[in-house]
């Protein structure tokens, strides 16, 4: 799977992202809790140097609560503040804005000792693509300041936001990286949705899902589309080759979910649109791609 997707105008944001960190205070740097490693762009880490941060692991509800833990420890034994939400339902919230508040509190007081009086604290929100920084800002704000959409790319242009009494938010667009480091990064992101789906096939994402979870999770893979150990054992023995094995796999969640075309065919691109629905909205269950060993 070769991914490469940088538009014009992700050059053009990073380019007035470190325009604007010199006005910044705060940095809330929004992950998806799903792959926090993948959806951290690596020339923002370069850009942002010694701003205080906040790394927020969104879609908590989406990964494994165990992993989630780990993750929030992982942030923390490295000096960083991390807090767990799902800006979808208002999970987490109360516990950032208090988080924002004690930061900014403390920025005050240093500001006040230089006789400065009346500023307000900047914070930016920065993050990749589709991982929900505007329904996260909307409920920081409590109101809808921010537009949402549900495919990546959807906030096209920076916004100031008053989110509380002495503090403003800048919004900006989400921004990937020139080059994904690794097929894996590329895969993480292409399950989760930061890429455009139109510029991906539809039917190898649904297969490296599969391939996925059938060796990380396979298990809640069998119990979704209804499948048995027995399955998958007589696949194997009767397939050698392993991405056929996989494609059959994919065969028989179709036949049970009836995507199948005239002829008594496979319809492929169904399937593969079953199985990459179900694995986003975590109808397949709560799952961490990316875990602490």
Same mark, same amino acid.
């Given at each position: 799977?070769?991914?490469?997707?940088?538009?014009?105008?992700?050059?053009?944001?990073?380019?007035?992202?470190?325009?604007?960190?010199? *006005?910044?205070?705060?940095?809330?740097?929004?992950?998806?809790?799903?792959?926090?490693? &993948?959806?951290?762009?690596?020339? =923002?880490?370069?850009?942002?140097?010694?701003?205080?941060?906040?790394?927020?692991? !969104?879609?908590?509800? *989406?990964?494994?609560? @165990?992993?989630?833990?780990?993750?929030? #420890?992982?942030?923390?034994?490295?000096?960083?503040?991390?807090?767990?939400?799902?800006?979808?339902?208002?999970?987490?919230?109360? #516990?950032?804005?208090?988080?924002?508040?004690?930061?900014?509190?403390?920025?005050?007081?240093?500001?006040?000792?230089?006789?400065?009086? $009346?500023?307000?604290?900047?914070?930016?929100?920065?993050?990749?693509?589709?991982?929900?920084?505007?329904?996260?800002? #909307?409920?920081? &704000?409590?109101?809808?300041?921010?537009?949402?959409?549900?495919?990546?790319?959807?906030?096209?242009?920076?916004?100031?936001?008053?989110?509380?009494?002495?503090? +403003?938010?800048?919004?900006?667009? $989400?921004?990937?990286?020139?080059?994904? +480091?690794?097929?894996?990064?590329? =895969?993480? =992101?292409?399950?989760?949705?930061?890429?455009?789906? +139109?510029?991906?096939?539809?039917?190898?994402? $649904?297969?490296?899902?599969?391939?996925?979870?059938?060796?990380?999770?396979?298990?809640?893979? =069998?119990? @979704?589309?209804?499948?048995?150990?027995?399955?998958?054992?007589?696949?194997?023995? #009767?397939?050698?080759?392993?991405?056929?094995?996989?494609?059959?796999?994919? !065969?028989?969640?179709?036949?049970?979910?009836?995507?199948?075309? &005239?002829?008594?065919?496979?319809?492929?691109?169904?399937?593969?649109?079953?199985?990459?629905?179900?694995?986003?909205?975590?109808?397949?269950?709560?799952?961490?791609?990316?875990?602490?060993?």
């Amino acid at each position: 799977m070769n991914i490469n997707w940088y538009p014009g105008h992700m050059a053009k944001t990073r380019r007035q992202i470190m325009e604007d960190l010199k *006005l910044i205070d705060i940095v809330l740097e929004l992950l998806d809790a799903r792959i926090p490693i &993948s959806s951290q762009n690596p020339d =923002l880490q370069e850009i942002i140097n010694n701003k205080k941060r906040i790394v927020i692991l !969104n879609k908590c509800d *989406l990964a494994d609560e @165990r992993e989630n833990k780990k993750w929030v #420890n992982y942030f923390k034994n490295q000096g960083i503040n991390a807090i767990l939400t799902d800006s979808n339902q208002g999970i987490g919230i109360e #516990n950032l804005v208090k988080k924002i508040k004690e930061i900014a509190n403390e920025n005050l007081e240093q500001i006040i000792k230089k006789g400065r009086i $009346g500023k307000s604290i900047r914070v930016m929100i920065l993050g990749i693509p589709n991982v929900g920084k505007s329904s996260l800002i #909307n409920r920081i &704000s409590k109101k809808a300041s921010a537009g949402v959409g549900n495919k990546p790319g959807f906030t096209k242009q920076k916004q100031w936001i008053r989110i509380m009494e002495g503090i +403003e938010l800048l919004d900006t667009p $989400g921004i990937l990286w020139p080059k994904f +480091e690794s097929k894996e990064v590329a =895969l993480n =992101l292409s399950f989760t949705g930061t890429i455009k789906d +139109e510029i991906l096939e539809k039917t190898e994402i $649904g297969f490296y899902i599969v391939k996925w979870l059938l060796e990380h999770e396979q298990e809640k893979l =069998l119990q @979704r589309y209804k499948l048995t150990k027995e399955d998958i054992q007589n696949i194997k023995k #009767n397939i050698q080759n392993s991405n056929e094995q996989i494609a059959e796999v994919m !065969n028989q969640i179709a036949k049970k979910r009836g995507a199948i075309i &005239s002829g008594g065919y496979i319809d492929e691109e169904k399937i593969a649109n079953i199985i990459i629905d179900d694995f986003r909205n975590g109808k397949i269950g709560k799952i961490t791609l990316e875990k602490i060993n």
